[in-house]
């Protein structure tokens, strides 16, 4: 039954990713968490590998139809980086309760902005 659970999920985050360029936080993480019982430390880690042949094949695609911008991607990129080493170091020092809220007010004020827009 946790397989399905897992297909499942991967499936989803992986059309969602493929669809809007989002998946790992947004639907790998709240899923694993949410129907796996996973703890959210290791949701997010785990979400961030396995949003790496999901971004790339992905991206691939978009590649293709022409809906890339290599300069703008590669300086997003580098800068991307240093932030996701920072956040990832800030993410493993809170505690899972406060984290999970900080996530929270996170995924609302995202959905907010986005309806709003």
Do not use: Q
Not at 42 to 54: D, E, Q, R
Not at 73 to 100: E, H, Q
């Amino acid at each position: 039954m946790r397989w399905i659970g897992i297909g499942l999920i991967g499936l989803l985050g992986g059309w969602v990713s493929g669809l809007f360029g989002v998946g790992g936080g947004v639907i790998f993480v709240p899923l694993l968490v949410l129907f796996l019982g996973v703890n959210l430390h290791v949701a997010i880690g785990t979400s961030l590998v396995t949003i790496i042949p999901t971004a790339l094949v992905g991206a691939y695609r978009h590649f293709l139809g022409e809906g890339v911008d290599l300069k703008l991607a590669l300086l997003l990129a580098v800068f991307a980086i240093v932030g996701a080493w920072l956040g990832a170091g800030l993410s493993l020092k809170l505690d899972v309760a406060l984290l999970r809220k900080f996530y929270a007010v996170f995924l609302v004020l995202v959905a907010l902005r986005l309806f709003f827009e």
